[in-house]
């Protein structure tokens, strides 16, 4: 929905910068919070006639607004870019003021004043504005913060009111989300990127190339010196933090919640200990692993990975579900991380020989199965360690994937039962 400030009693002086930009003129400065929030209300007809539409914009608003709320009330260190502000009516007066220093001078700098008649509202900005409104209302101490504004000329006529819809649709619809690439190397606030962040730089597993920068999860088969790729370690250390949450009882909403706020810095080394302590066991328990963090030249490691296959860890899509085994195996089995670990390091790796080949390892087109149910991938893999983790629903289940995959009549189900039976540990 669109908020508007409504029109003012009395005059409202503040300083701004004037520049041009394509069609729009505007003015940048900065409003408290009190000002903000005193003078909108909810409505939308200034760029739409329509009350359908405008009942769309409101509902589309109330999802963020919380989690704007709650990230004024919690983070000491909060900062908003600026919220483009749409003027219209009354007669604003704008006073430069001839500012020179040294053998600079600009009349860009100056004074807008509004006459009390003007009505204002956010083009790009609408859940802030909610959210700084319902900040206030538990917090009156953040009146006084400042917010950076930019303003805009609107015209209340159908021409006017296409031209400032187009802008709305600029801003928000086209609008750039932070990747998880930027969030990885950024965020100071996502557990689980700090803690990728140490392991990335400090853990044995992924240094010297052996982790890989790239655009996706998926690394080529050309790489042959790479483990995995930072967003898949991201990935798998999300898994760890879910996990960690699960076993000490924390809820979903408050697991999600503390990735969006730091948590003390003794929470941040605790959980930054447990995820380099996985990767340890890892390294350790897994045979395959420790060869090849001891290996030291490149053309030793081909066999890891290869346009001929190579070992299943070294698959991204293979590897997360790997981690998920793992940590199914301890719950199913109440064993210790260790043994979890070590148990599902035995299975069979090479993923151009059964069960995997032409299942997870397409062997004519040389490339991994992108369409391969992860489920099933993971029920897999704890089938092949212990049969008896799975439920008579969830072998089934496994075993006619595998038949449809593979395209085998239901008469073929005990045969490819043997067949894993077979390749079992």
Partial sequence: MHLIIHKMEEKMKFAAIKGNMGIWRYYVSALTFEDIAKYVSPITKEISNSDSYSNLLQRAITNNVSAITEYLLLQPERMFNALVLAVYDGNPDW?????????????????????GNETIFPVDGQHRVAGIKEALEKDESLANEKVPIILIGHEDTPEGKRRTRRLFS????????????????????????????????????????????????????????????????????????????????????????????????EEVNEFIAHVNKFWDMFVDRISIMKEYVSTDTVNNKIKYRSEEGGNLLFRPIALSQFVLAIYEYKKRKKVSMEEAIEKLGKIPMNISEMP?????????????????????????????VDETLLQEKEKRELIQYIMGVKDLEESDYDNVLDVLRKMAL
């Fill in 95 to 115: 006073f430069e003021l001839d500012i020179e220093v040294e053998d600079y001078s600009t009349f860009s700098v100056g004074v807008l004043e509004l006459t």
């Fill in 170 to 265: 600029t801003l928000n619809r086209r609008a750039k989300r932070v990747n998880e690439n930027e969030i990885i190397a950024l965020d100071e606030d996502d557990l689980v990127a700090i803690a990728t962040r140490d392991v990335a730089e400090n853990h044995i597993l992924f240094s010297d190339k052996r982790l890989v920068d790239c655009a996706t999860k998926n690394i080529p088969s050309s790489n042959t010196v790479a483990f995995t790729s930072i967003l898949t370690l991201y990935e798998i250390n999300k898994i760890i933090y879910v996990e960690n949450c699960n076993e000490k009882g924390i809820t979903k909403v408050k697991q999600e919640k503390r990735l969006l706020y730091r948590p003390s810095d």
């Fill in 356 to 384: 995997w080949k032409n299942l997870l390892w397409l062997e004519e087109r040389k490339n991994i199965n992108g369409r391969i149910k992860k489920k099933d991938l993971k029920l897999l893999m704890l089938f092949l």
